[in-house]
Every structure is written in structure tokens, then in C-alpha cells.
């Protein structure tokens, strides 16, 4: 493995000024298509598009895929279609290529699906292309092994030479009968232990775990992960095998699924990189801020019905954000339990009602303990008795709240079908701060006005 | 594939209960390890014992591995120590043996040892509990087929065939000197694309990607993440094979370092499910509540100080969660870009300055535009053109102050070895709430007292 140290990049520079063609295809050589996407970084486009021109078709392909979306239009807006087509798309295995038509617009798509010379690989691009993106369709490639369950070992080894050479790894065999229905797998070591054997189906792992073409993403993700496999079957409605998903591209959904939760959680309402410009990260930022600010302002219209307790009470307004602040800590707390049970599959469909009463529990005690010490340091240190009540009363009332609204709202967003992540950060901030205060005016202005 | 329903559920529970042990067979045959654990979830602890004493070593060690740590524990429990280690511990992987034996006492894992038979995974699993568990070396299992690059394809095949025997899949033969050093990877289509090579080296592919047994985890999943691969070889100090590191451990890993952010960044603080008793969630979520809390009566503290202008201008008091909450809301956002760009290595050492300075940037324009909004409201609305000054000057330094903050402290914890994502959620909602909550008296006190 090669380090992309400084002096290594200056070299390589150097070697793309010098032109010297021989060199530098030495060096591409030694580096694997997600190193070179990285040194993309360091050279100008031009240092780029020459060294893109020196690479073999499929290494291009490669490291066109490992460039980030935005890199990767810039190197193709520079490339006509034509050479798009017969270097890249023409090299890719299908699920990346789809990717890749996906990015571009519908006229750029056509011109290059009529430059690509192997009809076949055409021909898989435009039948996945129908898929919709966020189904196991819109992910599986077509490369892959297949032979039927009545072959004999020989006869298999002999197709898999035919099938195996413009592949880059595999990893399963498929089976399938006569209709071409998926009737099993075939580990690659059965190759070796069983060399000779009459038909393949007395050998190979009979009922593969498969996923429909219409599954979502998630039911994908859920299933390669739940029986560790690295690479899935995909199967049509009569059970056809279509396609695979390999574990790769689920690894990266699954990253990509993470990362927008966690985002979601953050008030930042879309994919938004540290690499971004200002204009994209402002855009992605400003949205949860303002609608926090008209919380803000709304807050302030409740407390200025209480304009005149403050002027008679000012120790009414030091508690304000000690109730505001607990309600949204207790809230997000509870809504990202929910979320995340949701996620990973631990809180099930029939376990609301035992989730809710459980989060009670939790809460009551919260609730307890932190009313009762704001009690007791009130009690000694604030000298007046009708605030230290309400705080405590509206702390207590703000907890038990928040906590039951924090696991209701992703749960009832869960059952309507969207996505619970939602519920999360901002908004549960927001809302608890809201009630809060009004929870706590209305008991303070009683029992302190 | 077969669906877990109530009806089949029922049905299990009937032949459990007829001890019909032929027909329990017949369908714990059927059934994937990850669906009997399941199952077992359903199941009494009877139960539970009945089924797994009726399973052969190897599926009853899966089973076993894909059960949660406290159901492990429960069934452990119940079985000898002679039994355990004969019936599971022999018969799994060894870095499933060995994550096993690290949630046991010292004295359960020595008596399990020694009553293990195979005296080569016995060794191995003692060697592999000499590493730290958050290395490569504590991740990696040594079941792997290692064949020597001098040899030819027949012998290669050969020595395979006596390896994979006990091998469950396999998707790398990994390829060394005659110093057991790693030198290259052969890829299992090579067994039937180049049947009769001399001498394997000349067809393996060379320089294979490889990691220390001493790299830690973060670097394991993102070079397995970088390279697309599943699984890898992993070396010791002077280059000799000694492991091998598969895709599904470590995407049990990335999903783990997912849940912990998440949770960092929702103010629970440690590992908690759903499913977790009462008592473990409230233990998870009171710290973040107390240190909230007393955040909350400093502010009441630093409030208390400004107690006379609130009595002559009770306008002041309106806008304390407006400003808290966006101070939090900006924090938060700072704060979770920063986490998430060093998490997934968008966000390198060398780039600190710039990303402060962007953020800025961000900042500056997030801040006029709120601080305008509000302004023009108040101005319009309140009445008071000094409070609606201080509030808009207070907003800009607020929004402007977090948003640094928020991007400073997780960079500092990075720099410090601290995980960075500590800094996220309450902490960052609570410093800001403070801080906001002094800019503001400060600001209001000397234009509006």
C-alpha cells in the first residue's frame, strides 16, 4: 500500500508536467481506484483529465464512482459523451452505472446509452433504470454467476470460466431451474470439495435468502445484515432472480441512512458536507433556525401575557430557561430512544403501548428527583416560597410532558409512514419549549401572580 | 425463507411441548441461525434449552452469537462450563469464541479452555485474548485459507480442499512467503480461470490491502469501507499473516459507532435499548438531566443578578428562550457538522482554519438574517425600541459566538484524543444557553436598564 504523502504528490505533478506518459501510467498502476480518487483533490482538472486519459477503461470507471458527486460532474461536463460512454459506463458494472445515469439528465442519459457498444450492458442499464431508486431493483447489479441446478460440476466450472472473466469479484454462485427461478446457492468452495459431483443441486444451499425487487432499502439493509451475508439475490414476483446487491453499496446506504438521522437530529435539513459551500450549508442550516426563531417569538408573545407578574415577580423570569432547557433535554432524549429502537429493529410494531408506559416509569422517576432537588436548593437559597413551588411543579409537569410527547410524536410519524428522524432535534426542542412555558406561566401566575 | 408468524410460533411451542425431538429437528433445519435467535425471544428458558440441546455444535454456536448479550447470559447460565466449551466454544470462529470469552469471568473463560478438545483453537483463542478489544487484533478470527505463493494451482487446490473442510465461506485464499509474510490474495475465480498455473504468485494479485493487528477499529472499518472489500488480512509487526477481519463484524462495528454518536448527541450516556429495564434507561439518561439542571439554575443565578430591571422592564424577560434557543439550535448544528466531517474523514487536520473561517461565514449570514427578522418584527410589534435593539444585537453575538464554539470544542476534543462527539447535545445546548443567556444582560442591561 502506497501513502499519498506530499512528496508523493509533488512527484506525481511533477511526472504530469514532464508528460511522461510511461511513468505515470506506472504509477496509476501501483494505486487502487479509491487512492486515486483521493489525489484527485490535490490536482486541477486539467492534471486530472490527463490522467484519466492514461487509465485503463475499467480503473476509470473505478475511480469515476470513488469521486464525490460534485468532483465527478466536473471531470464529466469536461469529457464528451461519447467517451463517457465507451470508457466508463461501457466498464462499470451495471448498479454503478445506473448510479451514474441517474446523476445526469435525460438527454445526456440517451446519448450515452446509444454510444455504449455492448447491447447487452445497454440493455441491463435501461431495464434497471425502471426500477425506483429506493427499491432493492433500483440497487442490484446484474453481474453475476449463473448456473442451472440440473448442470454437472464440470459443466458449471466450465460456464463460470466463460461468465468469470470480465468480473471483478465473486463471491456466490447462483442456482437456478429451468424458468430461471433462484433455487439456491453455491458456495465457491463446493467447487474444490466436491469437483465432480452429477448436478448441482445436491450440493448447493438450497432455499437462498432473497429479497423482491420491490423491497425497500431498508428490508435490504435489515436482511444482509441480519444473516451476514455479502452479497443478496434479488428475485422477481414469480421468483425470477433478476439481479444481486453486494454488500458494499448496502454499507454505503446504511452510512448514508445514519448520517441523515443524525443530521435530522441536528436541525440540518439536508446532506450537507464540511467540504460544501457557504451558499449549501447556509441553506442547509437557516430552515430549523428560523422556525426556531419564530418559536423564540412565539415564547416571547406567551410571556407577554405575563408582562405584569414579572414587573410585580422578577424571580419569575430567572427560571425560564432552566425549565425551556430541561423540557428539550428530556424530549430528545425520549424521541432519539424511539428513533433508534425503530432503526435497528428492537422496538416492534405491538410494543408501543409497553414502550409508552415504560418511558412513564423512566420519566416519573426523572421527573422526581430533579423536581425535588430544584425544591430543595429553591427552598434554602431563593427565599420565596410560591416560586420555588411552581418551579418545581412545572419542572415536574415539563419532564412527564416532554418525554411522553418526545416518544409519541416518532412513533405516530413511524406509523404514518414517515420517517421518525423528523421528529427529532429542533422540532422537539421547539415544542417542548412552547409547552414548557406555558405550563410554567400557568402555574406560576396562579399560585406566584 | 420462512416467516417467523404466530401460527408457526404456536406450532413450534406444541412440538416442544410433545418433545417430538425428530420433528424439532426437522425445523430448527429450516430455519437460519438469526431466525432462531429470534425465535428464542418467544421461547421460555425451558424452551429455549430444550431447542438449543437438540441443534448440532456448529448451528447452536451461531444461534448463540446472533442472541443479545443478556439473553446469552441467561441460557450460559443454565449449561456446564464442559458443555459450553464442548458444544460452542469448539465449534465457532475464533473471534466469535473470543468476543464469548471476554464477556465472561476470568475464572469461567480458564475452566472453558480447558475443556476445549481442538488444542489448535484453544491456542488460538488464548493468542487472540492477548489483544486489545479495540484493535484489529481484537476484532480478527484466524479461520482463513493461507496457501504459499511457490506452489502450483493443483497443489493450492489441493491444500485447500483439506482446509475449507470446517471453513462456513470463504472469499479470499491469502498468499505467503516462506516467512508466513503476507504477499498477495488470490481470487477465488482464479481457481477456475488458471486451473494449472506453476506457481501461484504469478497469478495472485500483489501488495494486497492489509492492516496491523495494533490499528485500531476506526481504521479497520475505513479502509474495509475505502476498498469496497469484505474482508481483511491482518499482519503483525514484521508482516506476517496473522488474521483475518470479515465485513460483518465490522459492520456491527459501524452500526455500534453510529448508535454512540447518536446517542452522545441525544444527551444519553451510555449504551441503551430499548428493551433496557427501568432502571438501566434512567441510569442512561439522569446525568445529562442533572448537569442540565444545574446549568439551568446558573442561569438562574446569572438572572438573578439583572432581578431589578426585570421588575422596572418586564419586556426584558420576553425573550430569554428566544435567545437560548437559538444559541442551542446553533451549537448543535456546528457541533454535528464537525462530528460528522471527522467521522467519515471529509474533515482532515489541515483543514481547521479554513472550516472555522467558512463556518464563520455561514455564522455571519445565518446571524443577519435572524437578527434582521427579529428585528423588524419587534420593531413593528413590541414597542420598545431599546429591547428590540439589545435583543437583535444579542441574537447576532449569540448566533455568532455558538456557531465558533460549536466548531471549536469538538476539534479541540479531536485534537486531544477525546472522541469528539462527547461535545455534541446537551453539553453544547447547555454552554450556550448560559453564555446566550450573558451576552443577552449584558446587552439588554446597558441599553434598556
Redesign the interface.
Known amino acids: 500500500?502506497i501513502e499519498l504523502t506530499k512528496e508523493y504528490i509533488e512527484n506525481l505533478k511533477g511526472i504530469i508536467s514532464e508528460k511522461d506518459d510511461a511513468k505515470i501510467k506506472e504509477t496509476l498502476d501501483?494505486l487502487?481506484p479509491?487512492d486515486i480518487a483521493e489525489l484527485y483533490q490535490e490536482l486541477n482538472l486539467q492534471e486530472a483529465i490527463y490522467l484519466y486519459l492514461l487509465m485503463d477503461g475499467e480503473k476509470a470507471a473505478d475511480v469515476l464512482m470513488e469521486l464525490d458527486e460534485e468532483d465527478r460532474h466536473k471531470l464529466l461536463k469536461e469529457l464528451p459523451n461519447e467517451l463517457i460512454a465507451k470508457r466508463f459506463v461501457d466498464n462499470m458494472e451495471t448498479d454503478d452505472a445506473v448510479d451514474l445515469m441517474r446523476e445526469l439528465d435525460e438527454d445526456t442519459q440517451e446519448e450515452i446509452l446509444s454510444h455504449i457498444e455492448d447491447v447487452e450492458q445497454a440493455g441491463d442499464i435501461v431495464d434497471l433504470l425502471k426500477y425506483d431508486e429506493d427499491t432493492a431493483g433500483g440497487l442490484m447489479g446484474t453481474e453475476m454467476i449463473v448456473v442451472n441446478e440440473n448442470w454437472s460440476m464440470p459443466k458449471c466450472?466450465d460456464e463460470?470460466?466463460k461468465q468469470?472473466?470480465d468480473?471483478d469479484?465473486?463471491?456466490y454462485v447462483y442456482v437456478v431451474d429451468d424458468d430461471e427461478r433462484l433455487r439456491g446457492v453455491l458456495?465457491?468452495?463446493k467447487?474444490?470439495?466436491n469437483p465432480s459431483v452429477s448436478k448441482i443441486k445436491h450440493v448447493m444451499k438450497k432455499?437462498p435468502?432473497?429479497v423482491r425487487d420491490s423491497d425497500s432499502i431498508e428490508e435490504v439493509t435489515e436482511t444482509i445484515?441480519?444473516?451476514?451475508l455479502?452479497a443478496l439475490p434479488v428475485v422477481d414476483s414469480i421468483g425470477r432472480l433478476v439481479g444481486r446487491i453486494t454488500?458494499?453499496d448496502v454499507?454505503d446506504e446504511?452510512?448514508e441512512q445514519?448520517?441523515r438521522?443524525?443530521?435530522l437530529?441536528?436541525?440540518?435539513s439536508q446532506d450537507?458536507?464540511?467540504?460544501d459551500n457557504?451558499f449549501t450549508?447556509?441553506a442547509a442550516?437557516?430552515p430549523?433556525?428560523?422556525i426556531?426563531?419564530i418559536?423564540?417569538?412565539g415564547?416571547?408573545l406567551i410571556?407577554?401575557n405575563f408582562?405584569?407578574?414579572?414587573?410585580v415577580n422578577?424571580?419569575?423570569?430567572?427560571?425560564?430557561?432552566?425549565?425551556?432547557?430541561?423540557g428539550?433535554?428530556?424530549g430528545?432524549?425520549s424521541?432519539?430512544?424511539?428513533v433508534?429502537?425503530l432503526a435497528?429493529n428492537?422496538?416492534k410494531e405491538g410494543?408501543i403501548v409497553p414502550?409508552i408506559l415504560?418511558e412513564a416509569?423512566?420519566s416519573l422517576?426523572?421527573a422526581s428527583?430533579?423536581s425535588l432537588?430544584?425544591f430543595i436548593?429553591n427552598f434554602f437559597m431563593l427565599g420565596d416560597r410560591a416560586i420555588t413551588a411552581s418551579v418545581s411543579l412545572s419542572l415536574f409537569a415539563v419532564?412527564m410532558f416532554a418525554s411522553i410527547f418526545g416518544t409519541l410524536v416518532p412513533m405516530t410519524l413511524d406509523k404514518l409512514k414517515i420517517d421518525p428522524a423528523l421528529a427529532?432535534?429542533?422540532f422537539i426542542?421547539?415544542t417542548n419549549?412552547i409547552i414548557g412555558?406555558m405550563i410554567y406561566m400557568f402555574i406560576s401566575s396562579t399560585l406566584a401572580g
Chains 1, 2 share one sequence.
Do not use: C
Not at 437530529?265 to 440540518?268: E, K, L, M, R, T
Not at 450537507?272 to 467540504?275: G, I, L, M, R, Y
Not at 424521541?335 to 424511539?338: K, N
Open positions: 500500500m501501483e487502487y479509491a466450472i463460470m470460466r468469470a472473466e468480473m469479484e465473486i463471491y458456495q465457491l468452495q467447487l474444490i470439495t432455499d435468502i432473497s445484515e441480519k444473516y451476514d455479502v454488500i458494499d454499507m446504511v452510512r445514519h448520517e438521522d443524525y443530521q437530529a441536528s436541525g440540518i450537507v458536507e464540511t467540504s457557504v450549508q447556509t442550516r437557516l430549523w433556525l428560523l426556531g426563531m418559536g423564540g417569538i415564547n416571547s410571556l407577554g408582562e405584569g407578574n414579572f414587573a422578577p424571580k419569575m423570569a430567572l427560571f425560564i430557561p432552566l425549565i425551556g432547557g430541561t428539550g433535554n428530556v430528545i432524549q424521541s432519539a430512544i424511539v433508534q429502537g435497528n428492537s422496538l410494543n414502550q415504560k416509569v423512566v422517576i426523572n428527583i430533579i432537588v430544584v436548593y419532564v427529532t432535534g429542533p426542542t421547539i419549549d412555558m
